[in-house]
């Protein structure tokens, strides 16, 4: 029957933030923008330092020239006129030159007003870290400072040269230059930025919007061939990607004409059930009074009637349980295991005739489980245990089918092993799906997938753990693992 309509809740839309843009196009332009601002913001300083360090190395090479003047002029007599052309010239106001460890004022041109002492910028051992916050000192100290520079000279043998200048020109120079790096750093993020926007727009974004819409246009209405997703034949991730979801359009779209047939099928077995009981009910009374009948050969043909019957019977109840939406939530509780092997045992029809059962469960051993739907699972796989026996040709050896139980790590492991013919190779990849997993041409495949269904619904699960032509071996897993419940000693006998 058809599966009723469910109100699936959907997930709430968050807030919109409007300080961040919500499309993945305008945050990847964003962030683009950013980080390469970021990465030339931090340039900044090492330029800034690089081109503060040549502006004063061109003061000191003006200064060391400016103090050769003496050495070359008449009488090493220099004019005070050409003293100020040389300072002003260099644009410093002193220049100092320390020869063998002597220091000699070489020109100097007094300031008015400059009584506070210049600070030292030493360009002869100028660590990066220091070198790189010094523009800032400059950029940002006080007006009307003078600043005073030592360096190893390259023209005249000396110690150093220096020089003493007023630092207004040099915090003038450090503010254009900075200006400008700014903008041209503003300029070449933005540029760069639209570039590996559209780059990546073009070979990420575009693709990831193409496959979003496909899976939009897939979940609501995955027949429409418009909803496949068209394969790029790229090789990267977008490419796998692809590949996936066509795959997983693939089996969505078969899972859903599965259940679809499912349906379909379960609404057909619905419809013609009155009938078919009301079939089964007229061949079960023609049966009785068969059996009534002391012919031998009608005794003889009547069992293969009365399993043919069950079958029948079997077939129609395992497809209407399996048709139902779903299975009721387990209600597990602490239970004895060993009765409830044997309960399950006497109906899945064992018996010391046929196939007899061991049940190697200890008095007092428990399970928690809801007890119908172990029961359910118990009968399947000791049913479909001796059917398999029973069916196997040429056998002679008598049925066996025992049940065990081990506990570990707080979980209970229930084995039913047979001594039957194995599970065949081709029905062991399908051995747990619905009408696929039968190894028998009677059988629906129905059994085991309900039983793993039953088995999952507590938390465990039901897996194949052995088979070969000697037997096979079932696993049931269920969570907890409950003490073994005390036994009850027998009464005493009262005499009279």
């Given at each position: 029957?058809?599966?009723?309509p469910t109100?699936?809740?959907?997930p709430k839309?968050s807030?919109r933030?409007?300080?961040?843009p919500g499309?993945?196009s305008?945050?990847?332009?964003?962030?683009t923008v950013?980080?390469v601002a970021?990465?030339?913001a931090?340039?900044l300083p090492?330029?800034?330092?690089?081109?503060e360090?040549?502006?004063?190395?061109?003061r000191?090479r003006a200064?060391e020239?400016a103090s050769l003047a003496p050495e070359v002029?008449?009488?090493?007599v220099?004019?005070?006129?050409l003293?100020?052309?040389?300072?002003?010239g260099?644009?410093v106001?002193?220049?100092a030159?320390?020869?063998d460890?002597?220091?000699?004022?070489?020109?100097a041109?007094?300031?008015?007003?400059?009584?506070?002492?210049?600070?030292l910028?030493?360009l002869?051992?100028?660590?990066?870290?220091l070198?790189?916050?010094?523009?800032?000192r400059?950029?940002f100290?006080?007006?009307?400072r003078?600043?005073?520079?030592?360096a190893?000279?390259r023209i005249?043998k000396a110690?150093f040269?220096?020089?003493?200048?007023s630092d207004?020109?040099?915090k003038?120079?450090?503010?254009n230059?900075?200006?400008?790096q700014i903008?041209i750093?503003?300029?070449?993020?933005?540029?760069?930025?639209v570039?590996?926007y559209?780059?990546?727009?073009?070979?990420?974004?575009?693709?990831?919007?193409r496959?979003?819409?496909?899976?939009?246009?897939f979940r609501?209405?995955?027949?429409?061939?418009?909803?496949r997703i068209?394969?790029s034949?790229?090789?990267d991730?977008?490419?796998?990607?692809?590949?996936?979801?066509?795959?997983m359009?693939a089996?969505?779209?078969?899972?859903?004409?599965s259940?679809?047939?499912l349906?379909?099928?379960?609404?057909a077995?619905?419809?013609?059930?009155h009938?078919l009981?009301?079939?089964l009910t007229?061949?079960?009374i023609a049966?009785e009074r068969?059996?009534?009948?002391?012919?031998?050969?009608?005794?003889?043909a009547?069992p293969r009637?009365?399993r043919?019957?069950?079958r029948?019977?079997?077939?129609?109840?395992d497809?209407?349980?399996y048709?139902?939406?779903?299975e009721?939530?387990p209600?597990?509780?602490v239970l004895p295991?060993r009765?409830a092997v044997?309960v399950?045992?006497e109906?899945?029809?064992?018996?010391?005739e046929?196939?007899?059962?061991v049940?190697?469960v200890a008095d007092g051993d428990q399970?928690s489980?809801?007890p119908?739907?172990?029961?359910?699972?118990?009968v399947n796989?000791?049913?479909?245990?001796?059917?398999?026996?029973?069916h196997?040709?040429?056998?002679?050896a008598p049925?066996v089918?025992?049940?065990?139980l081990?506990q570990?790590?707080?979980?209970?492991?229930v084995?039913v092993?047979d001594?039957g013919?194995?599970?065949?190779d081709?029905?062991r990849?399908r051995?747990?799906?619905?009408?696929?997993?039968?190894?028998?041409p009677?059988?629906a495949?129905?059994g085991l997938?309900?039983a793993?269904?039953l088995?999952q619904a507590?938390?465990?699960d039901?897996?194949?753990?052995?088979?070969s032509?000697s037997?096979?071996?079932?696993?049931?897993?269920?969570?907890?693992?409950?003490?073994?419940a005390p036994?009850?000693?027998?009464?005493?006998?009262?005499?009279?």
């Open positions: 029957m058809a599966d009723a109100t699936e809740k959907l839309p807030p933030r409007y300080f961040w499309g993945l305008a945050r990847l332009l964003v962030l950013l980080f970021l990465g030339g931090l340039t090492p330029s800034l330092a690089s081109y360090q040549q502006w004063l190395l061109d000191v200064a020239l002029a008449p009488d090493r220099v004019s005070e006129q003293k100020a052309q040389f300072l002003n260099a644009g106001d002193i220049v030159v320390s020869v460890g002597a220091r000699s004022l070489v020109f041109q007094p300031r008015p007003g400059a009584t506070e002492a210049p600070y910028v030493d002869r051992d100028r660590g990066p870290g070198g790189w916050l010094a523009p800032f400059t950029l100290g006080p007006d009307g003078r600043v005073r520079v030592v190893e000279p005249r110690d040269v220096e020089f003493v200048a207004a020109e040099l003038r120079a450090l503010a230059y900075l200006r400008r903008l750093t503003a300029f070449v993020s933005t540029i760069t930025g570039l590996v559209l780059a990546l727009n073009l070979f990420l974004v575009r693709p990831m919007q496959i979003t819409r496909a899976m939009e246009r609501t209405e995955p027949e429409d061939p418009e909803a068209e394969l034949g790229r090789r991730e977008i490419g796998r990607a692809e590949v996936e979801l066509s795959r359009q089996d969505l779209r078969a899972a859903l004409h259940r679809a047939r349906a379909a099928l379960g609404e077995v619905a419809k013609i059930n009938d009981r009301n079939m007229s061949a079960q049966s068969l059996a009534a009948l002391k012919d031998p050969k009608v005794s003889q009547l009637l009365e043919a019957l069950d029948a019977v079997r077939l129609a109840s497809v209407l349980a048709g139902k939406t779903q009721p939530a209600e597990s509780r295991l009765p044997d399950a045992a109906e899945a029809r064992l018996s010391d046929a196939v007899r059962l049940n190697d399970v489980a809801d119908d739907q172990l029961h359910r699972i118990l796989l000791m049913r479909n245990a001796r059917e398999a026996i029973e196997q040709d040429g056998r002679t049925g089918i025992r049940v065990s081990a570990a790590d707080g979980v209970s492991q084995r092993a001594n013919p194995g599970v065949p081709r029905a990849e051995l747990f799906q619905a009408f696929a997993g039968s190894g028998r009677e059988g495949g129905l997938a309900i793993r269904e088995a507590h938390g465990g039901l897996a194949l753990a052995e088979t032509p037997g096979s071996v079932f696993e049931l897993r269920l969570p907890g693992a409950p003490p073994r036994l009850k000693a027998p009464r005493a006998r009262s005499s009279a």
